[in-house]
């Protein structure tokens, strides 16, 4: 049974730390999605090609997206003790952490500051350090665009258009994702982005992702094999991201893709690539990684 197609039961879990809204399904090893901007715990493209009778998988929604307040948990280190919070509530051992796009710096802040929790790190997209230029044009641009007043008309709008002209919404979203030269879409992937859409809203943390940043004495505490995997022709998280991952963790490497829809590499007829080499890497027994591309 794949992921993509069953269906996802939502709980909000009241901590110490705060409430946090969760999905989980299937079972066996579980895993832990750190879920991307503008998006939830209703994501499900990441979850292509896991098998639920292998794997149990959690998506929390981080702070400020979904049903899970902002409130104090503004930090990556925060919002990852958070979630340590919910993991324990769920009374779970141990954890694969799989960090998308800007839910990177969770990701690793949950890898270095519990170790004995974490089994293995996947970085996916994944952002390693300060994303956006705060004097740059996309910063300003989504200040205004995805702050809580405005988000939801502009999501309404989106979500509005992408019913009635799918293929022309996919078609504008594209070099937001990818670098490669756009040519006609497959009406599959299609279907999948504006799938993937449907979910999407910024709320209060989007806003919140642009302006996080971590220490990079915080890599130094991550001891599990970890796995980077990004496209080359990612055009919303520069492959940098990935060589800064690298160079900062020990036991890392990085499976550098060539596809088609950069960034959301989940996409695509040779997304299979970067599933099977997440899937191995998950399956390969515990032992130490060199750095590498």
């Known amino acids: 049974m794949q992921a993509e197609k069953s269906e996802m039961n939502n709980m909000v879990v009241n901590t110490k730390l705060g409430s946090i809204e969760y999905s989980s399904i299937g079972k066996g090893t579980a895993i832990v999605f750190v879920h991307g901007g503008h998006s939830n715990c209703n994501e499900t493209l990441c979850l292509k090609g896991f098998d639920l009778e292998r794997y149990r998988l959690i998506t929390p929604s981080r702070p400020g997206y979904g049903n899970t307040p902002l409130e104090n948990n503004r930090t990556p280190k925060q919002a990852a003790d958070l979630i340590i919070e919910l993991v324990n509530h769920l009374s779970i051992e141990k954890i694969v952490v799989y960090g998308i796009s800007a839910g990177g710096l969770t990701a690793i802040e949950i890898a270095s500051n519990y170790p004995n929790k974490v089994s293995k790190l996947i970085l996916a997209s994944a952002i390693s350090k300060k994303w956006l230029d ?4 996309i910063y300003r641009t989504a200040k205004k665009m995805f702050n809580p007043r405005a988000e939801k008309f502009v999501w309404g709008i989106v979500k509005f258009f992408s019913q009635i002209f799918p293929h022309m919404t996919a078609n504008s979203f594209y070099p937001q994702f990818s670098s490669n030269s756009q040519h006609k879409l ?12 449907k979910h999407y809203n910024s709320k209060t943390g989007f806003l919140n992702d642009i302006d996080q940043n971590i220490n990079d004495g915080i890599f130094a505490k991550i001891k599990c094999p970890t796995l980077i995997i990004h496209s080359e022709n990612d055009s919303s998280v520069p492959f940098e991201h990935a060589l800064h991952s690298n160079k900062m963790i020990d036991n890392s490497i990085i499976a550098k893709l060539d596809n088609e829809w950069g960034h959301l590499f989940w996409i695509g007829t040779d997304s299979m690539e970067s599933i099977t080499k997440t899937l191995e890497f998950i399956e390969k027994k515990n032992a130490s990684t060199q750095h590498g591309v």
Do not use: H, R
């Open 134 to 137: 705060e004097d740059g044009k």
């Open 186 to 197: 497959k009406k599959g992937d299609v279907q999948e982005l504006i799938s993937t859409m």
